[in-house]
Every structure is written in C-alpha cells, then in structure tokens.
C-alpha cells in the first residue's frame, strides 16, 4: 500500500482551488502551515486551512511546522483535517497532544526533522497514527533528499512491525520518482511530494507516474 499525498507548498497559492482539483486523484493533500519561527518560512494559518477544508476534494493531511503547538494543533482537527502531523521537537507532551487531537477526531501524526533521534518515541507508537521522517531540513520545497534518513525509516517501520500496530510512515522532502523506491524500500508507505507533482507537467499523470514508481520497486507488497 502506498499513499501519495501532493503538497500545496508546490502549489499556486492564488489558484488554490484549482490547483486542489487537479490533485484530485491523489490520496490526501499534504498542507504545510509554517509560523517562520519553527521554521524560517511563512505560509498560513488556520483560516486558509479551514477554507481548503472546505472546497479540497480529498481529505488533509494537515504538516505543522509551527512553535506553540500544544495551542494551535487541536484548532487544525476542530475544522476538519483528517490527519494533524505535529513536530515532536515543538512540544513536551506529545502523547497528551495526539491524545486531544483524536479525542476531537482526527489522526494523530508525530514528524521529526532530519537530526531529531526517533529512538524516543517507539515505545509509544500505539498513541500515533502517523510517523513523519523528515527527508529533507523542514521549511522549504525543491530540496534534495537526504538518504542518511532511510536508517531512521527502516528503524521505525521495524518498531511498528514488533508492536503489530498500524501506524502509516511518511516521508517528506525530495520524493521524486526516483527517490520514492528508496524510501519505499526502507518502509515507507505515505508519500509526500511537492515539485515532483505540481513541478514540470500535468498533476494527474505526475501522480500516476509516483505510483507506478512506488509499486515497482522490488520489495513492494
Ligand atoms: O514539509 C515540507 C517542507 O518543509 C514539504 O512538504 C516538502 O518540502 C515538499 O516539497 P518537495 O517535494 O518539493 O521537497
Ligand atoms: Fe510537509
């Protein structure tokens, strides 16, 4: 099983909508809502994420890179994403924090950047949704994928296999047609790609093409 979830940040922010209707085949639509404090970037808030919510096709998957999180994340699962991804180096409580966002009935994701060890959170992979592995620094689109992080993905896909539980493993950051084996081929199964969708070419066939590149890699299943 692959998911392939486009990210807006690749996106014409005054064409939204239209640009949502041409992703309209993927999976989920991977929105990043950075402060330019987590990260040295700025995006939008819970305003425009709400107004996304509201004509988006497919369901959020909602990336905070944001400070202040314990604050802001439950405000992202009130207005309707299916999924709030936050970072685990931006709170104290992150099992109380995916806690409060199911109990409002979204999907609890934990993201670590690409220094962060994942060796803390294992033991309580039960309490998450989704596990993202940051593939390249957070904060902007276009940058290369980071291969050092595959140990980190195969460390976590082996954790979610001994605990028998179904926790979805993203990676975020460079995923493109050929990086996507790589990723799959470590235990990722949810993929988030930016310029390789909304880049050179039509969306649609982009996201096809993803596919077809996640499902013939060898070790698929
Ligand atoms: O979280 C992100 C950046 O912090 C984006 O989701 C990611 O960079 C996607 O862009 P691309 O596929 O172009 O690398
Ligand atoms: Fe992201």
Same mark, same amino acid.
């Given at each position: 099983?692959?998911?392939?979830?486009?990210?807006?940040?690749?996106?014409?922010?005054?064409?939204?909508?239209?640009?949502?209707?041409?992703?309209?085949?993927? %999976?989920? #639509?991977? #929105?990043?809502?950075?402060?330019?404090?987590?990260?040295?970037?700025?995006?939008?808030?819970?305003?425009? #994420?709400?107004?996304?919510?509201?004509?988006?096709?497919?369901?959020?998957?909602?990336?905070?890179?944001?400070?202040?999180?314990?604050?802001?994340?439950? %405000?992202?699962?009130?207005?309707?994403?299916?999924?709030? *991804?936050?970072?685990?180096?931006? *709170?104290? &409580?992150?099992?109380?924090?995916?806690?409060?966002?199911?109990?409002?009935?979204?999907?609890?994701?934990?993201?670590?950047?690409?220094?962060?060890?994942?060796?803390?959170?294992?033991?309580?992979?039960?309490?998450?949704?989704?596990?993202?592995?940051?593939?390249?620094?957070?904060?902007?689109?276009?940058?290369?994928?980071?291969?050092?992080?595959?140990?980190?993905?195969?460390? #976590?896909?082996?954790?979610?296999? %001994?605990?028998?539980?179904?926790?979805?493993?993203?990676?975020?950051?460079?995923?493109?047609?050929? *990086?996507?084996?790589?990723?799959?081929?470590?235990?990722?199964?949810?993929?988030?790609?930016?310029?390789?969708?909304?880049?050179?070419?039509?969306?649609?066939?982009?996201?096809?093409?993803?596919?077809?590149?996640? &499902?013939?890699?060898?070790?698929?299943?």
């Amino acid at each position: 099983m692959s998911r392939i979830n486009p990210s807006i940040l690749a996106a014409d922010f005054v064409n939204m909508q239209r640009d949502l209707e041409r992703i309209a085949t993927a %999976d989920y #639509v991977h #929105v990043d809502v950075m402060d330019n404090h987590f990260v040295p970037n700025l995006t939008f808030g819970p305003q425009m #994420v709400g107004r996304i919510q509201d004509v988006s096709p497919i369901p959020l998957d909602v990336h905070l890179m944001i400070d202040d999180v314990d604050r802001w994340a439950p %405000d992202y699962a009130r207005l309707g994403a299916f999924s709030v *991804t936050f970072h685990a180096e931006a *709170t104290e &409580h992150p099992i109380e924090l995916a806690r409060t966002l199911r109990s409002l009935g979204s999907r609890a994701g934990i993201a670590v950047k690409p220094g962060t060890p994942v060796e803390p959170y294992l033991d309580y992979l039960a309490e998450f949704d989704q596990f993202l592995v940051m593939t390249v620094e957070p904060g902007f689109g276009g940058q290369s994928f980071m291969s050092e992080t595959m140990a980190k993905v195969e460390r #976590v896909r082996s954790a979610v296999r %001994d605990a028998e539980t179904d926790v979805w493993l993203q990676v975020d950051g460079g995923i493109d047609r050929s *990086t996507i084996g790589i990723a799959k081929a470590a235990g990722a199964d949810t993929f988030v790609a930016g310029s390789a969708v909304f880049g050179a070419g039509e969306a649609s066939e982009n996201i096809a093409a993803l596919r077809a590149a996640a &499902h013939d890699h060898r070790h698929d299943v």
